[in-house]
């Protein structure tokens, strides 16, 4: 059994930063591929893939919105995952949720966390 547990969320200014992190309890977090993804507000919108790093952290995968601007890692030994926020834009704001075990071709894994609200003011 995994649990996975975000934090780090909040509001910020349009152009501003925040970090993200991802905490996992379970032996086996440093066998799999974690990602983050996000769901805006609103009627219809779906959960979107953000960004996804390797067990080992030494692949990692972002979607066209977000390259550039946020940047995803690990630490094993910690058994957290963070994801870098920014130059933020209204855009970005939605819940953003950790998941695993990713996998490129599959995509989402059973486990998901709680959600963490960022909200970008313009």
């Known amino acids: 059994q995994v649990q996975l547990v975000e934090s780090g969320g909040g509001l910020v200014q349009a152009g501003g930063s925040l970090r993200l992190s991802c905490a996992a309890s379970?032996?086996?977090?440093?066998?799999?591929?974690v990602a983050w993804y996000r769901q805006a507000p609103g009627p219809g919108k779906e959960r979107e893939f953000v960004?996804?790093?390797?067990?080992?952290?030494?692949?990692?995968y972002y979607a066209e919105s977000v390259k550039g601007r946020f940047t995803i890692s690990r630490d094993n030994a910690k058994n957290t995952v963070d994801l870098q926020m920014n130059s933020l834009k209204p855009e970005d704001t939605a819940i953003y949720y950790c998941?695993?075990?990713?996998?490129?071709?599959?995509?989402?894994?059973?486990?998901w966390g709680q959600g963490t609200q960022v909200t970008v003011s313009s």
């Open positions: 998941n695993g075990p990713w996998a490129v071709v599959a995509g989402p894994g059973n486990y």
């Open positions: 379970g032996r086996t977090f440093s066998s799999y591929d």
């Open positions: 960004a996804a790093i390797s067990w080992s952290g030494a692949s990692t």
